[in-house]
């Protein structure tokens, strides 16, 4: 698969590290005199540092970045940032799948609220019952709300055995609930392979840089061990890398437009085509409303061509395409630039992908997946789909 220069993020993978870094400004001064706009921004900045209450603890750096972070934050884009030196580090720490914290994946939501896009799999979050829609209120006793979603993830990064408070609001209950959680070192292995009975097991977590080719190699072992059929689950898959989705669509669906992008002229920008070598084993998917966008991506083509049955809840619903760009210094700005097109030329934003057959979890389920086969009422209902094939 090509690898754009520009690497395509898909996921809401909101765990980066809000730093001060310095960032040059003097381009933006120059153009002052012609500019109203940027003049009310000298005469606010010098306001400031002449009335502020603790005018000394000001920082120039912190001032710039938040200039800039305001720019990109006045598009109205939950999706859309400009991203300080550290932060962009720690967004690259998730296309490679390790980081220190306690493993959840969150996002600004329209209503303003930090909201759990996903625990990840084994994470302290996930073993401390986070769920998928669960509003974060506090974090060690702190208020935070969308436009502070980069503090709120600075606040629950941190060393591996220190602990963080979170309060939620549960999206189920609608109730209130603190829970404490010890930080680990977080890596996420993409691809869980797994057997039941005549049956491979085959999770997807999320999609980063290897996903696509560790995909491959357990398609491959499950089905030289002669395993009847597959069950692809991306329950709680947030995204990732683009390719790595296609990568993994080439590997399971016939010749095919996989995706298409579209800008905001109406034109495609994209077109990731696959071919038609495939392993057509018998198979089902697994999804649910942690399930979003490179998940959604490939949910989307197995439906439009008739793949596999769908089993689970409705998906998040994100269908547009984030572009990170490196700047100059090292810092960086993620841009929605793009939509994306199922194979039948459907978009899924706001919207998500609705299940062939839908299925509630028991209320007070402990977890889902391979460990949780015997409460796991999502799972048993894809291997009995599996037996009826």
Known sequence: MKKNKILKIIAVVLLVVTTAFVTRILTVRQVVSSNENFGKVIVLEKYL?????YNKDIKDENLESGLLKGLVAGLGDPYSQYLTKDEMKKLSETTTG????IGVLISPAEDGTVTVISPIKGSPADRAGVESGDKILKINGKDFSAEKIDEASKEMRGERGTTVKILLLKKKSLKTKEVEIKREEIKIDSIIKSKIGNFGYIGITMFDEETGRDFVKA???LTR???KGIILDMRGNPGGVVDAAVEVGDAILPKTSFVTLKNNKGEIIDD???DDKYNDIKMVVLVNEGSASASEILAGAIRDLDRAKIIGKKTYGKGVVQNVIELPKGDGLKLTTSE????SGKSINKKGIEPDIEVDLPENIKG???DYKDTD????KAIEVLKEK
């Open 219 to 221: 398609l491959n072992e």
């Open 98 to 101: 390790k980081f220190q914290g």
């Open 368 to 370: 889902i997946g391979i």
């Open 225 to 227: 061990e002669g395993v």
């Open 272 to 274: 990731y085509k696959i």
């Open 49 to 53: 540092r002449e009335n502020y209450l």
């Open 377 to 380: 009422t999502q799972l048993q």
């Open 340 to 343: 994306y097109f199922t194979p």
